[in-house]
């Protein structure tokens, strides 16, 4: 195969899991709670990780970090998984699927705003009618079929979908910041992640585990969202000419996203939850549109 095609198939397997994980967190939500599912699906995470790292030669780059960037790694930790993720899955814990992924991709919209405080980069008004688009979306989700579904969404849920794309949009600005190898710092990132969220589970629930379903779909999700999946992207990336191509692929997830989530969690699937995933991806088409934007690096 030739080295496009191969790009094109690692992007493609990414998608298609990625599509697959707002389902598995449902499943494995119905057996854990929020806290002692992120803990599960991080450990996993972290092993994978680790495995990865040594079969790729690069064991000894985990030990070759200055003070500067083992701090850097416990900051990172503490925001993603810790608090990023403890927020997405207590958002999941309120909401049905179908709203609480959608919702949770306004995040490169909330990034283009986020740049000018933090990157002092200059945005102009498509970015802020970008914004307005990607909002209607997330009223029309919110609506669950009709005026009526406003009565019955919790609030709660959805503002805390909302606060994660802000989480994340700040994660990907200090991750982009930060030039180490990219499955290392991931790998530290995580770890140290792993031992605040061991806290966190002695503290506030309980280290329980039995080989059930909602246990495989915590593995699952643990292999999936970060692991294997997050390295078959970055070959992806490696191996194209054309990032942008490759990454308008992430925009199918959410999409092929509601096909499990309507044959595996039996959720009925609105007609204004498709619309407004459709305003969605069209705000960040839009976005990127937005010629005043310099590129983030």
């Known amino acids: 195969m030739k080295s496009t095609e191969k790009a094109y198939l690692f992007a493609g397997l990414s998608v298609f899991f990625w599509s697959t994980v707002a389902t598995s967190f449902k499943l ?64 999941y ?112 629930s309980d280290f329980e585990m039995e080989l059930n379903p909602s246990f495989w779909a915590a593995v699952y999700s643990g292999i999936f969202e970060v692991g294997i999946t997050y390295v078959l992207w970055l070959k992806a990336m490696n191996l194209t000419t054309s990032n942008a191509k490759i990454g308008n692929l992430v925009f199918l997830a959410p999409f092929i996203s509601l096909i499990f989530i309507h044959f595996i969690l039996k959720e009925t699937i609105y007609i204004t939850t498709f619309i407004g995933l459709v305003f969605i991806v069209a705000g960040i088409f839009v976005q990127q549109l937005d010629k005043t934007n310099q590129k983030f690096s």
């Open 28 to 91: 494995a939500l119905r057996g854990y709670d929020f806290i002692q599912l992120i803990f599960y699906i991080s450990a996993v995470s972290v092993l994978f990780l680790f495995v990865f790292i040594v079969v790729q030669g690069k064991f000894n780059l985990i030990f070759k970090q200055s003070p500067k960037k083992w701090l850097t790694s416990m900051g990172m930790g503490a925001l993603n998984p810790l608090i990023y993720y403890l927020v997405l899955f207590k958002a």
């Open 93 to 204: 814990s309120l909401l049905p699927a179908q709203i609480a992924q959608p919702i949770n991709m306004v995040w490169p919209i909330v990034l283009a705003l986020l740049s000018v405080p933090f990157l002092k980069q200059k945005i102009g008004w498509v970015s802020f009618a970008a914004l307005f688009i990607s909002f209607t979306g997330v009223v029309f989700i919110s609506s669950q079929g009709g005026i009526e579904g406003f009565k019955q969404v919790n609030v709660t849920g959805v503002i805390l979908a909302l606060i994660t794309s802000v989480l994340w949009a700040i994660y990907w600005i200090l991750n982009v910041r930060d030039k180490r190898d990219e499955v290392v710092k991931l790998f530290l990132n995580y770890f140290f992640g792993l031992l605040y969220l061991t806290v966190a589970v002695v503290l506030f």
